[in-house]
C-alpha cells in the first residue's frame, strides 16, 4: 500500500529535550516536506527537500533541522524544543513536478511542557 | 496580508445546497493550484486539482482566473458527508518550491 508513515502519533516532551519525527514514504518520491497546523493559521510549511542532500526552509523553519540522507526518509529533528512548537506536524511527499498531489502522514501531535 | 487567503467561514448549508467557496493567492509565481479536504484534524487529502480551463469531478467544480489570481471551488447538491474544511493550496515555483496553503474553510452541512 502506498503510504507516508510518521512516528510518533503523539508525543508529550519537557522543553529543551531533543527530539525526533521520522517520515518515511514508500512510493519513491522525490519532493517530501514537513508542515505545522495550528488552530487558525492552517498548515505552515517547515522544510521540504527536491531529492536527497537537498533541503531548504519553507516559512517557518526556526527551531527545526532536517536531514534527507535516504529517498524514502526525512526525519524532523527539535534540538532544544519550546512550548511555541506544540502543534501537529504533517509529513508528506510528491513526485517532483508542483502540479502532483502531496501525499500526507496521519500526523504527529507533539506537546511541549 | 497572507500569501493565500480563504472565506474565514464556517459555511453551514442544508443538503442539497449549492455551496461556493473563494480562494485569492498574491505570489506571482505560484504555478498549481488545489484544492484538499481534511477531516477533523486528519492529514488532508487532494479533493482536486485547479487547472486555468477550469475542471469538474462529479459535484465539484473547479475554477481558477491567473489574472485575478482567484481560486475558486463550488459543491453542488450537498451531502452530510460534505462537512470538513477544505483548504485552497499553491504550490509556488520561483525562490524555492515552496507550497503555501490558506487556513481553510470549515463546511457544515445539515439535514
Known amino acids: 500500500e502506498a503510504q507516508v508513515t510518521q512516528n510518533p502519533r503523539y508525543l508529550i516532551t519537557v522543553t529543551g529535550k531533543k527530539l525526533t519525527v521520522t517520515c518515511s514514504q514508500n512510493m519513491n518520491h522525490e519532493y517530501m516536506s514537513w508542515y505545522r497546523q495550528d488552530p487558525g493559521l492552517g498548515l505552515r510549511q517547515i522544510y521540504y527537500?527536491?531529492?536527497?542532500?537537498?533541503?531548504d526552509k519553507g516559512d517557518v523553519p526556526e527551531g527545526y533541522k532536517v536531514s534527507r540522507k535516504e529517498k524514502r526518509n526525512f526525519p524532523l529533528i527539535l534540538e532544544s524544543p519550546s512550548p511555541n512548537q506544540t502543534s501537529l506536524y504533517f509529513c508528506?511527499?510528491?513526485?517532483?513536478?508542483?502540479?502532483?498531489?502531496?501525499?500526507f502522514g496521519p500526523g504527529t501531535r507533539l506537546t511541549v511542557l | 496580508r497572507k500569501e493565500v487567503e480563504q472565506d474565514p467561514g464556517p459555511f453551514n448549508v442544508p443538503e442539497g445546497a449549492t455551496v461556493a467557496f473563494n480562494c485569492t493567492y498574491s505570489?506571482?509565481?505560484?504555478?498549481?493550484f488545489f484544492w484538499y479536504r481534511q477531516d477533523c484534524r486528519k492529514e488532508p487529502k487532494l479533493l482536486m486539482s485547479?487547472?486555468?480551463s477550469g475542471n469538474e469531478d462529479g459535484r465539484f467544480t473547479a475554477q481558477l482566473n491567473r489574472a485575478s489570481q482567484y481560486i475558486s471551488l463550488l459543491i453542488r447538491d450537498s451531502k452530510l458527508s460534505d462537512s470538513a474544511t477544505y483548504l485552497c493550496?499553491?504550490?509556488?515555483?520561483?525562490?524555492?518550491?515552496?507550497?503555501?496553503f490558506g487556513a481553510g474553510t470549515r463546511l457544515f452541512v445539515k439535514a
Open positions: 505570489n506571482s509565481a505560484s504555478q498549481s
Open positions: 508528506a511527499s510528491r513526485k517532483t513536478q508542483s502540479y502532483n498531489e502531496q501525499f
Open positions: 493550496v499553491v504550490n509556488i515555483e520561483g525562490g524555492g518550491f515552496k507550497t503555501i
Open positions: 485547479v487547472y486555468s
Open positions: 527537500s527536491m531529492n536527497v542532500e537537498v533541503t
